[in-house]
């Protein structure tokens, strides 16, 4: 029926940080993986300070942020009514402090000032996209990078940072953004799924009015050669360790 709740069947029930956090998430569609996680865990919050996600879907990264650092509060936007819904009942479920704004990033509610910002933005933007619409929505831009990013930057205190995971190819056009609305001293971390493997994903992060020098830090090495993870990926995806 029209206006009716999709059947409990339409979601599955996931564990992230090995069990500290739960995650209810379609089936269907873009599903919380690695990103969200390793975004979360770059993130330089202290317990008490105001974060802002943009297009939160369901509330993977900033819970996985609030599991790590408790006592943080949370403000995120999501354009789709029924995600920014079931990340209120996530953020319900796992006890965060969140508001959660149904919203278009372009359009975006009166925001309070913040010590941090970030997102997992749509990050292509051209190519064939999914015929399933929030797997297109994840994955191919409807606003353009810059949108993005200066939705993040505008209520971001002075040195607060702003945070980004992209694919690799992506991260020039990213750094560019930042510059554009006043975030410097640049740090890029680079996501390897193995040894001798180009990055395929990278975290970019800047700070709003920050003049010191660029960084390439030392990055992440996500897979040993049988597959399984690495001890330093096992510490942040399943441990809550930070990074870098």
């Known amino acids: 029926m029209p206006g009716s709740e999709p059947p409990a069947e339409a979601f599955t029930e996931d564990a992230l940080l090995g069990g500290r956090v739960r ?14 996680v390793l ?23 900033f819970l996985c ?15 789709d009514a029924e ?11 796992n006890g965060a402090a969140a508001m959660i704004h149904a919203a278009d990033i372009r359009t975006p509610p009166a925001l309070p000032r913040c010590d941090h910002a970030f997102a997992n933005p ?21 606003a353009a990078l810059e949108d993005w990013v ?18 690799a190819g992506r991260f020039a056009a990213a750094v560019a953004a930042m510059r554009g609305v006043g975030c410097g001293a640049v740090r ?4 390897w799924p193995r040894t001798g493997v180009a990055a395929k994903r990278v975290l ?16 992440l090495v996500l897979h040993a050669a049988d597959g399984s993870f690495t001890p330093a990926a096992e510490a942040v995806l399943r441990g809550g360790a930070a990074l870098p």
């Open 23 to 36: 995650l209810t998430q379609p089936r269907e569609g873009f599903r919380a993986a690695l990103d969200p």
């Open 39 to 61: 975004l979360a865990a770059f993130i330089p919050a202290r317990p008490g300070e105001r974060v802002l996600e943009a297009g939160c879907g369901s509330g993977a990264a």
């Open 65 to 79: 942020l609030a599991a790590r650092v408790p006592g943080v509060a949370v403000q995120a936007v999501e354009r």
């Open 83 to 93: 995600m920014a819904a079931l990340a209120r009942r996530n953020a319900e479920a």
């Open 122 to 142: 749509p990050y292509w933007p051209g190519g064939t996209p999914s015929p399933q619409p929030r797997r297109r929505d994840a994955a191919h831009e409807d």
């Open 150 to 167: 200066a939705m993040l930057a505008r209520p971001l205190r002075h040195l607060g940072t702003l945070t980004l995971v992209l694919p």
């Open 188 to 191: 890029l971390l680079p996501l």
């Open 204 to 219: 970019v992060q800047a700070r709003r009015g920050g003049r010191g020098a660029d960084e390439v830090l030392p990055g």
